[in-house]
């Protein structure tokens, strides 16, 4: 069975930086890549980014690249996204995704009001940048 839990959200001041952890059960990331979306109240899913460590690719989208990093560690059967200077705009429940074809997740994180047909998610991660 394959499970999807993320962690490490909270309250961050304007400018700083948190991590989240995307950790995976029932599967390796050797088949599956994983991706960041994030939906913010009221607002549709956005697509982040995405990484495979089989193809060895990462992708962000234009609103996250250069202030995002997505990195994991096989062994913890983890994918991490770092995040600096976040903004208030960045609030968001923050959902980690996973999908066998990186084609198809890549088509995804570009069209997320279709990443609903995914059926490995998360529960989801606040995420809240206010002073």
């Known amino acids: 069975e394959v499970q999807i839990v993320e962690s490490g959200g909270g309250l961050v001041q304007p400018g700083g930086s948190l991590r989240l952890s995307c950790t995976i059960s029932?599967?390796?990331?050797?088949?599956?890549?994983i991706g960041w979306f994030r939906q913010a109240p009221g607002k549709e899913r956005e697509g982040l980014s995405a990484?495979?460590?089989?193809?060895?690719?990462?992708y962000y989208m234009g609103s996250v690249k250069g202030r995002f990093t997505m990195s994991s560690d096989d062994a913890k059967l983890t994918v991490y996204l770092q995040m600096n200077n976040l903004k208030p705009e960045d609030t968001a429940v923050y959902y980690c995704?996973?999908?066998?074809?990186?084609?198809?997740?890549?088509?995804?994180?570009?069209?997320?009001?279709?990443?609903?047909?995914?059926?490995?998610w998360g529960k989801g991660a606040l995420v809240t940048v206010s002073s």
């Open positions: 995704a996973a999908d066998s074809s990186w084609v198809r997740l890549f088509f995804y994180l570009s069209n997320p009001r279709q990443s609903y047909e995914m059926t490995n």
């Open positions: 029932g599967f390796s990331l050797d088949e599956y890549a």
């Open positions: 990484i495979s460590t089989s193809e060895g690719r990462t």
